[in-house]
């Protein structure tokens, strides 16, 4: 099972980024997390881990997902609250790779315009407010969802 894992905007700053909102962990802490949790996890899952700051280079990953991977998660931090773009990408591959979304923070305890998520009706469900440990229960998610 593959499983794609992408980083939105500003997340490669994640360890020094407002640690009191996003916790201390860098992007590497979570992803060895991550690889921890497939192997505890077992059956072969593999994960790719993956940070931009380009809207349109998240939204060319997505698209390049059939065939390639079985499922993703997403973090598109800032995209999350104005990309329909990145919502269509989900969309137009989650007949074959559905998406789950995660957040290190829980955005609905902070400034309105984060209340709102245009990515998450693209996704299967989505998970936050645990910081980094988040992204290891999105893996749990997704492989639950993918197992059927
Ligand atoms: C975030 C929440 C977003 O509102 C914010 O723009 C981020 C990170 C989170 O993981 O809590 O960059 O996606």
Redesign the pocket.
Known sequence: MKILVLN????NLLGT?EPE??GIETLADIEAEMKACADRLGGGISIEFRQTNSEAELITWIGATRGEYDGIII???????TSLGVCDALKAVADKVPAVE??????HR?EE??HKSLTAPACVGQI??FQGF?YSLALRAIVHHLKG
């Open positions: 939105g905007p500003n997340l980024r909102i996003y973090n598109p931090a800032a995209l999350t609250h995660v957040h290190l923070s829980n955005t902070r315009i984060r936050m407010g988040g």
